[in-house]
C-alpha cells in the first residue's frame, strides 16, 4: 500500500471521529505508550530451557507440530524480535521461570535465583523492553495435581521456596529495568476425581500463599490467576475464582483475569469493573478459549473486545497490566505472536475511539436509542485507517504485509530448525 493512500485515509478517518467529538491525535498518543507484555511461551510451546525438560504437566497442554519452533535462547530471542518488528509500539516481554539461562546446568526449581536471568535483563535492556516474570509450578516430577496445597509438607516447602525465589528474582529485575516487574503466579492445583478434601486444600492453598506473599519487595508485583479446571484436573481447582477474588481483596494483592479460566459463557468484561473496586489492579491473560481453555491465538472478537472497552469505561487503563497467554503450536509461531498482538491492540484502539462521554451522557439521560445507534455506528467507523496510520508512523508493515515477512523469516530461518 502506498503511504500516500495511508494518509489520505487517515485525514478522512480523523474528521470523520472529530464529528463524533473524539481526537484520533490523543487516541494515537495514547496507543503509542499502550503496552502488552508478550508472552514469551508462544514461541516454544511453552517447553522453557531447563536441561532436562520433561512432558508438559500441570493440567496445559499445547497441541500442533507446526515445524521450527525455538529450541533455544538464542533462536527464541530471534523470534521474538522477529515479531517485535513486525507490531506496532514497543512492548513488555513476559518471562516464565523455565526460560532462564540454564546452560546446560540443572538448578532445580527450589535453587532459582536471579543469576539465571541476568542475561534477559542485559538483553531486555538492549532492546528497550521491560520485562514480567512468572513462577513456573508446572512441568516437574513434583508438580502433580497438588503445589503448595498439597497435604505433603516437603513438597509444599518445596513449592514454597520456589515461588519466593521467584518474586526475589521478579524484584531483582524490577530493580534492574527500574520499573516493576509484574510476577503472575498461577497454581494449577486441583483434583481429577471426586474429593472430600476441599477445605483442607483450600487451607493449605491460603497458607502457602500467606507465607511466600508474606515479604514485601519495591519492584514486584505479585498476581494471583484462577482457573475453572485443568486437563487432567477436571473436577476440582483449589485456586478457584472465588478463592482468589476472596483472597485478592482481602489482602490487596492484583488479580489476573486470563480469558479462557472462566465458564464459556460468563463474560470477563463484565468482571472488571467490579473488580477493580476491591484490588489494587489487574493483570489480564488475553487468549481465546474455543470450548474451553484452549489457547487459541487471539483475534478481535466481541469478548475481547468488550473488554477493552470495559476497561476504557471504566477509565482503568492505568490500572491493567495486558498479558497475553495463548499457545498454539499448530500455525508458524511468529505469525501467532503478530496476529495475537495486533488484534488485541485493535481492541483497545478501537475502545479509545468509542465517543465515551455521548454515549455515557446518552444513557443518563435516558436517551437510550441515541446510544444504540451509536454503538451500532461505532463497528463501522474508519477504525482500520486509524490503525494503519499507526502501523505507518511506527515503521512496521500495513495491513497484510506483515503475511510476506512472515513467509520470508520462515524460509530464511524457521524452516531450517530439525
Ligand atoms: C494456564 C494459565 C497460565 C499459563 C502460563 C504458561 O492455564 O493460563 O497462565 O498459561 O503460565
Ligand atoms: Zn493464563
Not at 536471568?117 to 516474570?133: P, V
Not at 506473599?213 to 505479585?222: A, F, G, S, V
Amino acid at each position: 500500500m502506498k503511504d500516500q493512500m495511508i494518509h489520505a485515509a487517515y485525514a478522512i478517518a480523523k474528521e470523520r471521529y472529530a464529528e463524533w467529538g473524539v481526537d484520533t491525535e490523543k487516541v494515537l498518543d495514547t496507543l503509542q505508550k499502550f503496552q502488552l507484555s508478550m508472552h514469551c511461551w508462544q514461541a516454544d510451546d511453552v517447553c522453557g530451557f531447563e536441561p532436562k525438560a520433561g512432558a508438559m504437566s500441570g493440567g496445559i497442554q499445547s497441541t500442533g507440530n507446526y515445524p521450527g519452533k525455538a529450541r533455544n535462547i538464542d533462536e527464541l530471542r530471534a523470534d521474538i524480535l522477529k515479531a517485535k518488528s513486525l507490531i506496532p509500539g514497543n512492548h513488555r516481554l513476559n518471562l516464565h521461570e523455565i526460560y532462564g539461562e540454564f546452560n546446560g546446568k540443572a538448578v532445580d526449581r527450589d535453587q532459582c535465583d536471579i543469576s539465571l536471568f541476568s542475561g534477559w535483563i542485559d538483553w531486555a535492556k538492549e532492546h528497550n523492553t521491560k520485562l514480567d516474570f512468572n513462577s513456573t509450578n508446572f512441568s516437574h516430577p513434583k508438580s502433580g495435581s497438588l503445589t503448595i496445597s498439597n497435604p505433603d509438607k516437603d513438597i509444599r516447602d518445596f513449592w514454597i521456596e520456589h515461588m519466593k525465589r521467584c518474586r526475589a528474582i521478579a524484584n531483582a529485575i524490577g530493580e534492574a529495568q527500574q520499573d516493576p516487574c509484574i510476577i503472575n503466579l498461577w497454581i494449577h492445583d486441583g483434583s481429577k476425581d471426586l474429593t472430600v478434601n476441599r477445605l483442607l486444600y483450600r487451607t493449605l492453598l491460603k497458607e502457602s500463599l500467606d507465607d511466600i506473599l508474606r515479604e514485601k519487595y519495591p519492584w514486584e508485583k505479585p498476581c494471583l490467576e484462577s482457573k475453572v479446571f485443568g486437563i487432567g484436573l477436571e473436577t476440582m481447582t483449589v485456586g478457584s475464582n472465588d478463592f482468589y477474588i476472596a483472597y485478592a481483596s482481602r489482602n490487596n494483592v492484583m488479580l489476573t483475569l486470563d480469558t479462557g479460566h472462566f465458564h464459556p459463557t460468563e463474560s470477563v468484561a463484565d468482571k472488571v469493573s467490579s473488580l477493580l473496586l476491591f484490588v489494587p489492579e489487574l493483570m489480564l491473560h488475553v487468549s481465546r478459549p474455543v470450548r474451553w481453555d484452549s489457547d487459541h491465538v487471539t483475534i478481535m472478537d466481541d469478548p475481547t473486545l468488550e473488554l477493552f472497552q470495559e476497561i476504557v469505561r471504566a477509565d482503568a487503563t492505568d490500572r491493567v497490566h495486558y498479558g497475553l497467554d495463548y499457545f498454539d503450536g499448530s500455525i508458524n509461531r511468529i505469525g501467532a505472536y503478530v496476529i495475537g498482538s495486533r488484534a488485541a491492540q485493535r481492541c483497545m484502539l478501537r475502545a479509545l475511539l468509542e465517543p465515551a462521554n455521548t454515549i455515557r451522557t446518552d444513557e443518563l439521560n435516558d436517551h437510550g436509542f441515541q446510544k444504540l445507534a451509536r454503538l451500532e455506528e461505532e463497528k463501522s467507523m474508519p477504525w482500520q485507517a486509524v490503525y494503519d496510520e499507526f502501523c505507518l508512523r511506527n515503521n512496521v508493515p500495513v495491513g497484510s504485509d506483515f503475511i510476506a515477512e512472515i513467509e520470508q523469516y520462515e524460509r530464511d530461518v524457521t524452516s531450517k530448525r530439525g
